[in-house]
């Protein structure tokens, strides 16, 4: 049995998704497997796209990240780098001064108690930041002294900074308590006196001035500066290791005359950013260490929050490209399938259009072959009939007339039946010429005159007085209005209207009209009636051909037919055709 | 009315002329299309019925020697080719299908020497 090829999908979208897997069709399509395209070609499109902003992402925050550090570095090592010449400064211009002072004056003025109170006055003028001064002799006895403490007559035989001052020719100490109980730095220069004997000009230096001069460099809360010795105790307060003398353990960073940055490796936020260095002056090396701490999260906290954001934005962006590619792949995937589901039916067609012309030709063989030995029964059968009719002997005899009538009936059916075949091969090919159709009409229903008569059956023509002969395979046409007009008559009882109207629509149609008052096609054959082999007149000789060949006919003709139809009422069939075929549809 | 009935099909022409001629009208039969123009030759027809397919000259064929002979003649097409399909230089041809209905054929045949009369 041949199908009927079936409109199988709608343009619908993500019609693919929906696809239901037909065996006929799948043999014709290119792909199999649309779903799986469909997310191949997703992740091949948003691996392309969105992989570049990925990485240049990734590699931006990179070098954002590196460019806050070494931006950190860089402040951090200018800080330090700046506190340690201002302390430097600091004690090598004091320094300095008590050079100046043992060198330009001589031992008697200095060891005067009133001549040092003065030169402790103008230092404090001139420099400030000096607390007391005095005059030690190389056995620890203070031989003079001037300031607030009351310290005249001590002995610092056994102080650490003496026996250190004692050896070198200048000297500066930690910050430590001592006997005023104060932190306090001394610093003091060696030298001899008129009778070749060694003494110290020792000054105590105010921590808090010291103090000052380097919180002057403290930016901001976040960033910690402060000193501490050799052995990594405070010699100022820190805001993160605590009061002064408190022991930091932290590494004590290794010996460097330059300024240097340390950088954790971890980068949780409470990591620091050391810079440190080494006070180193001209004349001496000092027990200090210069520390700068700078906490990353927060220097870095601006950056981090521009990132952030920056974050949001790439991953908004990679959303809405996501979006758009699927929208895009699923468009795109559902345009193929649609167009490869077009291709598969076309092809469908086509292969059971060459079936149907295959079976077409072998059944106009047969029928062919058939024909003339039935065209010889009938006859043969007729003038048996006609024999005993014109005859008197066997007039009456019922039973021979009742047989031959039946071997006739048969022979009339098998005789629609091949040409019926026969008229399903013509489908296949197409032979124009002018045809005049209200003469085929004419034709046609000159056939019925009889029956038009006998049944009392009312015929009317209308054709539109400007349609024009219309070009077409004249064949064809006729075979369809024959068809319909037979179909007409069946279906007509008597006393009842056929009425054909032909009309033109300029340009290019004409329509054809076959309108009978017969009983008309139920609902459910409407949709069946263009089907192969489907017939209701199965006892009244049909053979469910006509209408499947009359459609096939029309659409040969590149026209359109329509049916309407009420039960009981009638049928109205409407066949469309162009006046002139297309000459690349022929085929 | 002088009629020819030409078919290879000799039973069937046979049958065809004693149908005919019960009902009235006289029918020679040819048996090939060269019978045909050789029975044309000697007598005037008003009307030949012609099988489209033979063996020697075919139905159109004939039909064209015919009409040079009795240019006055009427032609009817009987085929087994079923459906009716007239193109081109036949578009005004009477065709008749296989197997042949004796009325139609006589109303046919009426219809074609008289074709005033309705």
């Given at each position: 049995?041949i199908?009927?090829?079936?409109?199988?999908q709608k343009?619908?979208?993500?019609?693919?998704l929906?696809?239901?897997?037909?065996?006929?069709?799948?043999s014709?399509?290119?792909?199999s497997?649309?779903?799986?395209i469909?997310?191949i070609?997703i992740?091949?499109?948003?691996?392309?796209?969105?992989?570049p902003?990925?990485?240049?992402?990734f590699?931006?925050?990179?070098?954002i990240?590196?460019?806050?550090?070494?931006?950190?570095?860089?402040?951090?090592?200018?800080?330090?780098?700046?506190a340690k010449?201002s302390?430097?400064?600091?004690?090598?211009?004091?320094?300095?001064?008590?050079?100046f002072i043992v060198?330009?004056?001589?031992?008697y003025?200095?060891?005067?108690n009133?001549?040092?109170?003065?030169?402790?006055?103008?230092?404090?003028?001139g420099?400030?930041?000096?607390?007391?001064?005095?005059?030690i002799?190389?056995d620890?006895s203070?031989?003079a002294y001037?300031?607030?403490?009351?310290l005249e007559?001590?002995?610092y035989?056994?102080?650490?900074?003496?026996?250190?001052?004692?050896?070198?020719d200048?000297?500066i100490?930690?910050?430590f308590?001592?006997y005023?109980?104060?932190?306090?730095i001394?610093i003091?220069?060696?030298?001899?006196n008129?009778?070749g004997r060694?003494f110290?000009?020792?000054?105590?230096?105010?921590?808090?001035?010291?103090m000052?001069?380097?919180?002057?460099?403290?930016?901001?809360v976040?960033?910690?500066?402060?000193?501490?010795?050799?052995?990594g105790?405070?010699q100022t307060?820190?805001s993160t290791?605590?009061?002064?003398?408190?022991?930091?353990h932290?590494?004590?960073?290794?010996?460097?005359?330059?300024?240097?940055?340390i950088?954790?490796e971890?980068?949780s936020?409470?990591?620091f950013?050391?810079?440190?260095s080494?006070i180193i002056t001209?004349?001496v090396?000092?027990p200090f260490?210069?520390?700068?701490?700078?906490?990353?999260?927060?220097v870095m906290?601006?950056?981090?929050n521009?990132?952030?954001?920056?974050?949001?934005?790439?991953?908004i962006?990679?959303l809405?490209m996501m979006?758009?590619?699927?929208?895009?792949s699923?468009f795109m995937?559902?345009?193929?399938?649609?167009?490869?589901?077009?291709?598969?039916e076309t092809?469908?067609?086509m292969?059971?259009?060459q079936?149907?012309?295959?079976?077409?030709?072998l059944a106009a063989?047969?029928?062919?072959e058939?024909?003339n030995?039935?065209a010889?029964?009938?006859?043969?059968?007729g003038?048996l009939?006609?024999?005993?009719?014109y005859?008197d002997?066997?007039?009456?005899d019922?039973?021979?007339?009742?047989?031959?009538d039946?071997?006739?009936?048969a022979v009339s059916?098998?005789?629609?039946?091949?040409s019926?075949?026969?008229g399903?091969?013509?489908?296949?090919?197409v032979q124009t010429?002018?045809?005049d159709v209200?003469?085929?009409?004419?034709?046609?229903?000159?056939?019925h005159?009889?029956?038009?008569?006998y049944k009392?059956?009312?015929v009317?023509?209308?054709?539109?007085p400007?349609?024009?002969?219309?070009?077409?395979d004249?064949?064809k046409l006729?075979?369809?209005?024959?068809n319909l007009?037979n179909?007409?008559?069946?279906?007509?009882?008597?006393?009842?209207?056929?009425?054909?109207?032909v009309?033109?629509?300029p340009p290019?149609?004409?329509?054809?009209?076959i309108k009978?008052?017969g009983?008309?096609?139920?609902?459910?054959?409407?949709?069946?009636?263009?089907?192969p082999?489907?017939?209701?007149k199965k006892?009244?000789m049909?053979?469910?051909?006509?209408?499947?060949i009359?459609?096939?006919?029309?659409?040969?003709?590149q026209?359109?037919?329509r049916?309407?139809?009420s039960?009981?009422?009638?049928?109205?069939?409407?066949v469309?055709?162009?006046?002139?075929?297309?000459?690349?549809d022929?085929? | 009315?002088?009629i020819?009935?030409?078919?290879?099909?000799?039973k069937?022409?046979?049958?065809?002329?004693?149908?005919?001629?019960?009902?009235?009208?006289?029918a020679?039969?040819a048996?090939?299309?060269?019978?045909?123009?050789?029975?044309?030759?000697h007598?005037?027809?008003?009307?030949a019925?012609l099988?489209?397919?033979?063996?020697?000259i075919?139905?159109?064929a004939l039909?064209?020697?015919?009409?040079e002979?009795?240019p006055?003649?009427?032609?009817?097409?009987?085929?087994?080719?079923g459906?009716?399909?007239?193109?081109?230089?036949?578009s005004?041809?009477?065709?008749?299908?296989?197997?042949?209905n004796?009325?139609?054929?006589i109303e046919t045949?009426?219809q074609?020497i008289?074709p005033d009369?309705?």
């Amino acid at each position: 049995m041949i199908r009927t090829p079936q409109i199988l999908q709608k343009q619908e979208w993500l019609a693919f998704l929906f696809h239901r897997h037909n065996s006929h069709l799948a043999s014709f399509h290119t792909f199999s497997n649309y779903r799986r395209i469909w997310i191949i070609s997703i992740i091949i499109l948003a691996v392309t796209s969105l992989s570049p902003l990925v990485m240049a992402t990734f590699i931006n925050q990179r070098l954002i990240r590196q460019a806050v550090d070494s931006e950190l570095v860089l402040q951090t090592e200018r800080v330090t780098s700046n506190a340690k010449r201002s302390m430097r400064f600091f004690l090598e211009e004091r320094l300095n001064a008590l050079r100046f002072i043992v060198n330009e004056l001589p031992y008697y003025a200095l060891i005067d108690n009133t001549h040092l109170a003065e030169i402790l006055s103008n230092l404090k003028l001139g420099f400030g930041g000096f607390t007391d001064l005095s005059i030690i002799d190389a056995d620890g006895s203070q031989v003079a002294y001037t300031g607030p403490f009351n310290l005249e007559g001590k002995n610092y035989k056994t102080q650490p900074w003496f026996i250190r001052s004692i050896e070198s020719d200048n000297f500066i100490s930690e910050v430590f308590t001592g006997y005023r109980d104060v932190p306090h730095i001394i610093i003091a220069v060696r030298s001899i006196n008129a009778l070749g004997r060694i003494f110290i000009l020792r000054a105590t230096l105010d921590t808090q001035r010291l103090m000052d001069t380097l919180l002057s460099y403290k930016t901001n809360v976040h960033t910690d500066i402060f000193l501490m010795n050799h052995t990594g105790v405070l010699q100022t307060p820190s805001s993160t290791y605590g009061k002064i003398f408190t022991h930091t353990h932290l590494d004590i960073p290794e010996f460097s005359t330059r300024t240097n940055v340390i950088q954790p490796e971890n980068l949780s936020d409470n990591a620091f950013v050391t810079g440190y260095s080494y006070i180193i002056t001209e004349a001496v090396t000092t027990p200090f260490i210069l520390m700068v701490n700078k906490k990353k999260s927060v220097v870095m906290g601006t950056w981090l929050n521009l990132g952030q954001t920056f974050n949001w934005i790439i991953g908004i962006s990679c959303l809405v490209m996501m979006i758009i590619i699927t929208l895009v792949s699923t468009f795109m995937v559902n345009k193929l399938y649609l167009a490869d589901n077009t291709k598969a039916e076309t092809m469908m067609k086509m292969e059971q259009s060459q079936q149907l012309a295959g079976i077409g030709q072998l059944a106009a063989g047969i029928a062919h072959e058939i024909n003339n030995p039935l065209a010889l029964i009938n006859e043969t059968a007729g003038y048996l009939k006609d024999l005993y009719h014109y005859t008197d002997e066997h007039q009456n005899d019922e039973e021979v007339m009742e047989n031959l009538d039946t071997i006739l009936e048969a022979v009339s059916r098998c005789g629609t039946i091949t040409s019926q075949l026969l008229g399903f091969v013509r489908q296949f090919d197409v032979q124009t010429s002018n045809v005049d159709v209200e003469k085929l009409i004419t034709g046609i229903l000159r056939f019925h005159k009889k029956e038009t008569e006998y049944k009392g059956i009312h015929v009317t023509t209308e054709i539109a007085p400007e349609t024009p002969a219309i070009e077409t395979d004249r064949g064809k046409l006729q075979q369809v209005l024959l068809n319909l007009i037979n179909n007409a008559f069946q279906a007509i009882e008597a006393n009842g209207c056929l009425d054909i109207t032909v009309s033109h629509l300029p340009p290019g149609h004409i329509f054809i009209e076959i309108k009978d008052t017969g009983c008309g096609i139920p609902e459910e054959n409407l949709k069946r009636i263009h089907e192969p082999f489907f017939s209701t007149k199965k006892e009244k000789m049909g053979t469910g051909l006509g209408l499947s060949i009359t459609y096939g006919l029309v659409k040969k003709l590149q026209g359109n037919i329509r049916v309407e139809s009420s039960e009981g009422v009638g049928t109205i069939f409407t066949v469309t055709l162009p006046v002139k075929m297309k000459k690349e549809d022929k085929t | 009315m002088k009629i020819i009935l030409v078919d290879d099909e000799k039973k069937f022409i046979n049958m065809l002329a004693k149908r005919l001629s019960l009902r009235g009208l006289n029918a020679d039969v040819a048996y090939s299309g060269e019978e045909a123009v050789e029975k044309a030759a000697h007598t005037p027809y008003d009307l030949a019925v012609l099988d489209l397919k033979m063996p020697g000259i075919s139905g159109f064929a004939l039909k064209q020697k015919l009409l040079e002979m009795q240019p006055e003649i009427k032609l009817i097409f009987v085929t087994g080719h079923g459906a009716i399909d007239k193109n081109g230089d036949h578009s005004d041809d009477i065709f008749l299908a296989k197997p042949l209905n004796i009325d139609t054929l006589i109303e046919t045949i009426h219809q074609t020497i008289h074709p005033d009369k309705q």
